[in-house]
């Protein structure tokens, strides 16, 4: 027997409608927020793009803990005590033996102390106190009881800055190398540093490339592998390349470089060229070359990322070289959106694709590595109020960024090299591609942060593609996924992590040098060497640490094994190349490679 709810069997009478809520003057609440975006637009013109308030929360956490440690602070008298006998002990030594061993090594990648002038009094006693005190400063910024983590990390970066600026390498009536090259040239390398300088100045007021970047000519000496743009949309241009060989591997290769950079990192010279190398091996090789964005793009979304982006280059790809499966390539942040976007494909059943490769490429956030120092609440709504003024990230802003990370060898090492020494690095094709920057649209950009950064939706199965969320535990399709040992980006435990989140035969390959020269890894490339291991869908995990340990190092490029590793997840059969483009669907041929985008300044 049902009994009716006591409601149901009330006397019905008109019941009493909530008021509507109250309409806020949205004008007004915009006109207040704006205020205060103008303000803080305004002080990230002097600050760097960096927020004053996370700083000053940093350091109020820090100070506020070490002056509630006094165990702490007595540990660090103790430390101070104990360096300043080291150093006293090593300058007696040398003044008795003339050339003791030194009483502290320069960390590794530390090459200020290296030239032979650094080893001999007086200047190694200026270089073993400066490395015994920045070692000291390391003990001072970390293990302080109760600071959190991230203001760590923050207070430990900002004394970093300070000891990097103070280095005595900076300092010419002290730095060995500077005083021999006076004496060398009569001062002749001061005119020469400053000529340089006054060189530097007017190219930045300018907006021209870094001295020597003029020589690598897009389209001549770079991004020169023979192709045609066959797709062009508002977003992207997409490249087919020509192919050179009589037969090709039938499954085309996609690759989806990142936003952040210009396509061609992956079509450097000839001889260091991916690109190039892949269609040597016959492949047909597809690539996107974003459009760096204008002021007018701000509200471009990563959802238009996605179909403007990797579905149009799919939905092309897919035209051009019909019922073939596609091997999709990402690289940093493109692989990132390449990862999305294929855990939505497999969420709607769409199994285009045979194989997912990512290059240096994080899916989970958790450990982001030093981008970390400026991805916080504080500073991603002041990097907001930035965009927001101009409508994109400048690559100006970005760059200093990334220098500020390694500031020892991308500003002051390069300081004293061009201005003291008046010495000029030989410009690389790598290097010039590295000036040669991009914009991030606001909208999209903010997105990223809050989403990927702050909120790890990815990983957390939490971020949504057409309101289903883009789950990689989805992603069924073999993987193939590079990371690199210096990768400061990108670090490799957290592009490691994709072991964790695929359940699908993961291989995963650990290459000698950083975030670019690492991916940049042509074979013949003298004293390179990778790890690379397959984790099938139902194996073991191991942790990365684990898995390093057990596996042996190999020398040579990674490019070899990653080919090797398209052609067993490939078809057997080769066939005739197919055109370029394929007029007849709407796709004919509109330019040369490289195309009209990746010119764009």
């Known amino acids: 027997m049902t009994i009716a709810p006591a409601a149901a069997l009330a006397p019905t009478k008109e019941r009493p409608t909530a008021p509507p809520p109250r309409r806020e003057d949205t004008l007004g609440t915009e006109a207040f927020r704006a205020i205060d975006r ?30 509630s440690a006094p165990g702490k602070r007595m540990e660090l008298v103790d430390k101070a005590v104990r360096k300043a006998t080291r150093l006293a002990l090593h300058c007696s030594a040398a003044c008795l033996q003339g050339h003791p061993a030194p009483c502290i090594e320069a960390l590794p990648g530390d090459d200020r102390f290296r030239a032979q002038g650094w080893q001999k009094p007086p200047f190694s006693f200026l270089a073993q106190a400066f490395l015994l005190n920045q070692q000291w400063w390391h003990n001072v910024t970390h293990e302080v009881p109760g600071v959190m983590p ?33 004496l060398q040239t009569g001062g002749a390398n001061f005119l020469q540093g400053f000529q340089n300088w006054v060189e530097d100045v007017n190219r930045i007021t300018t907006g ?124 940093c942040l493109g692989g990132t959106l390449l990862s999305i976007a294929a855990a939505a494909m497999a969420r709607a059943g769409d199994d285009r694709l045979s194989s997912l490769t990512l290059f240096a490429a994080q899916t989970d956030f958790t450990e982001p590595g030093e981008l970390a120092l400026f991805i916080d609440h504080s500073q991603l709504h002041f990097l907001d109020s930035m965009m927001w003024n101009r409508g994109y990230l400048s690559a100006d802003q970005m760059a200093g960024a990334f220098q500020l990370l390694r ?31 991009t914009r991030m649209p606001y909208r999209m ?66 290459t000698s040098g950083g975030h670019n020269a690492g991916i940049v890894s042509e074979p013949g490339h003298k004293g390179r060497f990778f790890r690379v291991a397959t984790k099938r869908a139902d194996d073991v995990y191991l942790g990365p640490d684990e898995w390093m340990e ?35 669907k709407g796709y004919p041929p509109v330019a040369n490679a490289p195309g009209s985008y990746v010119l764009q300044r």
Request: contains cysteine.
């Open 550 to 584: 057990l596996v042996s190092p190999q020398n040579g490029s990674w490019w070899l094994e990653w080919t090797q590793w398209l052609a067993d997840n490939s078809s057997v059969q080769r066939i005739t190349p197919p055109g370029l483009g394929a007029r007849e």
């Open 407 to 437: 500031s020892n060898d991308l500003i002051w090492s390069r300081l004293v090299r061009d201005y003291l020494l008046g010495e000029r690095t030989q410009m690389i094709d790598l290097m010039a591609w590295n000036a040669d920057s």
């Open 208 to 331: 021209q490339p870094p001295v020597g970047a003029e020589t690598f000519i897009v389209g001549k000496d770079v991004a020169a592998t023979p192709g045609k743009v066959v797709y062009r949309n508002h977003l992207i241009e997409l490249i087919q390349y020509a192919p050179t060989t009589e037969t090709v591997l039938a499954e085309p290769v996609l690759i989806v470089p990142a936003w952040i950079m210009k396509y061609y990192i992956l079509d450097l010279s000839p001889h260091n060229s991916l690109v190039r190398y892949l269609v040597s091996q016959g492949r047909t090789v597809f690539c996107i070359s974003w459009r760096n964005p204008e002021a007018e793009d701000r509200d471009l979304t990563m959802d238009d990322y996605r179909r403007m982006g990797v579905m149009a280059a799919l939905d092309a790809v897919g035209a051009i070289v019909p019922e073939r499966k596609i091997h999709a390539t990402g690289y």
């Open 445 to 510: 950009h903010a997105e990223y942060l809050r989403r990927l950064y702050l909120g790890n939706e990815l990983a957390a199965g939490l971020f949504m593609v057409d309101g289903r969320p883009a789950a990689l535990q989805n992603i069924r399709v073999p993987i193939f996924a590079v990371g690199t040992e210096r990768d400061h980006v990108a670090p490799w435990r957290s592009v490691y992590k994709i072991h964790q989140l695929a359940d699908a035969d993961v291989t995963f390959v650990l």
């Open 38 to 67: 103008m303000r803080e637009a305004l002080t990230g013109q002097f600050s760097g793009g960096i927020s004053p308030a996370a700083l000053a929360l940093a350091m109020f956490d820090w100070s506020i803990h070490l002056a």
């Open 150 to 182: 991230h203001h760590e990390q923050v207070v430990a970066f900002m004394v970093r800055q300070m000891l990097d600026m103070m280095s005595p390498t900076n300092v010419p009536f002290v730095n060995p190398e500077v005083i021999e090259k006076t």
